[in-house]
């Protein structure tokens, strides 16, 4: 069993910057690839980024290329989004999600995840 703890999240202006993080504990593992997804209010769950369990690879939604930056560090159990010129098309609830059997485009793409965390609440305005 793996625990997700997401942070970060709040409220800029469009063009600003936010770091988000999630925490991982419990039964983790280096081999397990990660990913962010968001979900806006009467919209359906999209992936917004996905990393490899070495953090090598990584595979971005064409919404956020060049914008995002998906990282992570294995010693600490952590994974981070770094979201910059943030649009107000990004407000949303993020999650961090982990452990998924498939290559990065299609757990992004298909979000076969074994395990997410609660959300973190992103507002952008304009």
């Known amino acids: 069993q793996v625990q997700l703890v997401e942070s970060g999240g709040g409220s800029v202006q469009a063009g600003g910057s936010l770091r988000l993080s999630c925490a991982a504990s419990?039964?983790?593992?280096?081999?397990?690839?990660m990913g962010w997804f968001r979900q806006a209010p009467g919209k359906e769950r999209e992936g917004v980024a996905t990393?490899?369990?070495?953090?090598?690879?990584?595979y971005y939604a064409d919404s956020v290329q060049g914008r995002f930056t998906i990282s992570r560090d294995n010693s600490k159990a952590s994974l981070y989004l770094q979201m910059n010129n943030l649009k107000p098309e990004d407000t949303a609830m993020y999650y961090c999600?982990?452990?998924?059997?498939?290559?990065?485009?299609?757990?992004?793409?298909?979000?076969?995840?074994?395990?997410w965390g609660q959300g973190t609440q992103v507002t952008v305005s304009s």
């Open positions: 999600a982990a452990a998924c059997d498939f290559g990065i485009i299609a757990c992004l793409e298909q979000g076969r995840f074994s395990y």
């Open positions: 419990g039964s983790t593992s280096s081999s397990n690839r």
């Open positions: 990393i490899s369990s070495d953090g090598s690879y990584t």
